[in-house]
T-cell receptor, first 117, second 110 residues
Framework: DAGITQSPRHKVTETGTPVTLRCHQTENHRYMYWYRQDPGHGLRLIHYSYGVKDTDKGEVSDGYSVSRSKTEDFLLTLESATSSQTSVYFC????????????????FGEGSRLTVL | QKEVEQDPGPLSVPEGAIVSLNCTYSNSAFQYFMWYRQYSRKGPELLMYTYSSGNKEDGRFTAQVDKSSKYISLFIRDSQPSDSATYLCAPYSSASKIIFGSGTRLSIRP
């Protein structure tokens, strides 16, 4: 168990409303990631963080913002949700290598299923 | 061109068959080649990885990398119904963001 919790796990909302998804980790890892997964597209990187207040964009960052005010929490916000943002969102953490190889192994949460009507 | 291309499937084979899953990539800087397995309604989990070119075997699973042709393969021998899942390749280097292939959905028929 990598100690990652996503909330909410399921959410239905209407177009134009703001939505915040939360990712919480108990392992004190530096790197955290938000991906979305859609049929035919696999996992696409939205944003990632490499430390408190340090974030960067991924492949599909338009319409999303993130914040990381403490190590354990990484928030993904949709300022004004659209139907194209209906998806399953996965948070992931990457452990920092401690004498081992930096393989880039990610540990994923269980996912947050968002439906925008 | 996408950095990672993967046959989307779906792929359906009978139990006991040998399965071959494949990806191609474009960035020659990739050093680690990861395979993740994702069961329905779950997050992906690392299945195995290889470093640089060559083969790596883990039980019924063999990962193969050919850096000269930028081709990644995962072979499953004696496939079981419990192997039914989506398999995602994820090549990586320390200088790169972690990106994934689109995933291949595999179904093993009893």
């Amino acid at each position: 168990d990598a100690g990652i919790t996503q909330s909410p796990r399921h959410k239905v909302t209407e177009t134009g409303t703001p939505v915040t998804l939360r990712c919480h980790q108990t392992e004190n890892h530096r790197y955290m990631y938000w991906y979305r997964q859609d049929p035919g597209h696999g996992l696409r990187l939205i944003h990632y963080s490499y430390g408190v207040k340090d974030t960067d964009k991924g492949e599909v960052s338009d319409g999303y913002s993130v914040s990381r005010s403490k190590t354990e929490d990484f928030l993904l916000t949709l300022e004004s949700a659209t139907s194209s943002q209906t998806s399953v969102y996965f948070c992931a953490i990457r452990s920092s290598p401690s004498g081992g190889a930096n393989t880039g192994e990610l540990f994923f949460g269980e996912g947050s299923r968002l439906t925008v009507l | 061109q996408k950095e990672v291309e993967q046959d989307p499937g779906p792929l359906s084979v009978p139990e006991g068959a040998i399965v071959s899953l494949n990806c191609t990539y474009s960035n020659s800087a990739f050093q680690y080649f990861m395979w993740y397995r994702q069961y329905s309604r779950k997050g992906p989990e690392l299945l195995m990885y290889t470093y640089s070119s060559g083969n790596k075997e883990d039980g019924r699973f063999t990962a193969q990398v050919d850096k000269s042709s930028k081709y990644i393969s995962l072979f499953i021998r004696d496939s079981q119904p419990s192997d039914s899942a989506t398999y995602l390749c994820a090549p990586y280097s320390s200088a790169s963001k972690i990106i994934f292939g689109s995933g291949t959905r595999l179904s093993i028929r009893p």
